[in-house]
Nanobody, 124 residues
Framework: EVQLQACGGGLVQAGGSLRLSCAAS????????IGWVRQAPGKEYEAVSC????????FYANSVKGRFTISSDNAKNMVYLQMNSLKPEDTAVYYC?????????????????RGQGTQVTVSS
């Protein structure tokens, strides 16, 4: 059974930091891109960041470049999203998602694997 278990969300003041974690199981980690999309109330899913385990490529949305860093621990099948300099507009439910490539993972999350979300709230 494929599972993507995300955790690490919370309430933080603007300028603060959080680290999200995603534990992946039930599929071959090395053949997938794993990343994060987010959804704010009343809005569509937004691609945030992704890492490809086949070639090591990474993707960052323009809105998070320079503030967020994605990394993975292949031995533990874990993916992390370090979020620094958080802004109120980063407030959303963050979902860990996986598919065979970065494009599909980020821009068609409904066609891949998706875990339960973790709430990130940034107060001003």
């Amino acid at each position: 059974e494929v599972q993507l278990q995300a955790c690490g969300g919370g309430l933080v003041q603007a300028g603060g930091s959080l680290r999200l974690s995603c534990a992946a199981s039930g599929f071959s980690f090395d053949n997938y891109a794993i990343g994060w999309v987010r959804q704010a109330p009343g809005k569509e899913y937004e691609a945030v960041s992704c890492i490809s385990h086949s070639d090591g490529d990474t993707f960052y949305a323009n809105s998070v470049k320079g503030r967020f860093t994605i990394s993975s621990d292949n031995a533990k099948n874990m993916v992390y999203l370090q979020m620094n300099s958080l802004k109120p507009e980063d407030t959303a439910v963050y979902y860990c998602v996986a598919n065979h490539d970065i494009i599909a993972t980020m821009f068609a999350p409904e066609h891949g694997y998706r875990g339960q979300g973790t709430q990130v709230t940034v107060s001003s």
